[in-house]
């Protein structure tokens, strides 16, 4: 079968499934959703075609729309923004700890067995792992519990230092100074543009000044 292929197909076989558990195919995005009270939760396929097999790498997610609202004025300019967003994502790998997880597909074969792995750790933990990340509490400790180390649910850490001090906000942390205090100097730690950190000021300024903390 042509490489090609096997991106329609993968979608074709865990169709079903997704369906089944109140997510629909996206074509935007190679993406299954399901849409929540607050924004949505997904599940991200990536492929990548090479000379011999094609690699697929399993991204997973949510969207919270209020923490998107808030930082959107003071987004333009912030590597990975978009107005689609998601609030939280993270991929197969990094949450099962396992360096560089991601699919070979030579054959049919390999497309079944990875919608296999794929169905087993959804029921098993996948689901309840999304849902978890429709809560503002959770995602409180998800990105502030320990903000000097590693965040499960982000890969850029200019758009965590923007969305964290948001959600602090939003769950009323306590800690709420020393946390933007916190997530000012990452942003000068790896040199981010002036522009950024510019916008990330303004952005606690705001924050400090309104109801939401």
Same mark, same amino acid.
């Given at each position: ?9 993968? +979608? ?5 499934? +997704?369906?089944? /558990? ?19 939760? /997904? ?42 967003? /998601? @609030? @939280?994502?993270? /991929? ?29 750790? +959804? ?31 982000? +890969? ?58």
């Amino acid at each position: 079968m042509n490489k090609g292929q096997w991106l329609p197909q993968s +979608f074709q076989i865990l169709e079903d499934f +997704f369906s089944q /558990n109140g997510y629909h195919f996206l074509q935007i995005g190679n993406q299954f959703r399901k849409e929540t009270k607050g924004g949505w939760q /997904n599940v991200i396929l990536g492929f990548g075609h090479y000379e011999d097999c094609t690699y697929v790498e399993v991204s997973f997610g949510s969207r919270l729309n209020i923490v998107e609202q808030l930082i959107a004025p003071y987004s333009h300019g912030l590597r990975g923004y978009q107005a689609e967003s /998601n @609030t @939280t994502i993270t /991929n197969l790998a990094k949450f099962q700890k396992e360096a560089h997880l991601r699919f070979e597909i030579r054959d049919e074969a390999d497309l079944f067995r990875m919608a296999a792995h794929l169905r087993d750790f +959804f029921r098993k933990e996948g689901f309840a792992f999304l849902d978890s990340l429709s809560n503002i509490g959770e995602l409180d400790k998800l990105f502030n519990q320990d903000p000097t180390g590693a965040c499960l649910v982000s +890969f850029n850490h200019q758009l965590r230092s923007f969305r964290a001090l948001a959600i602090a906000s939003l769950n009323q942390n306590p800690n709420w100074e020393e946390l933007a205090e916190y997530y000012r100097g990452l942003l000068d730690k790896y040199s981010s543009p002036r522009v950024v950190i510019d916008r990330f000021n303004d952005f606690s300024r705001y924050l400090a000044t309104t109801a939401l903390n």
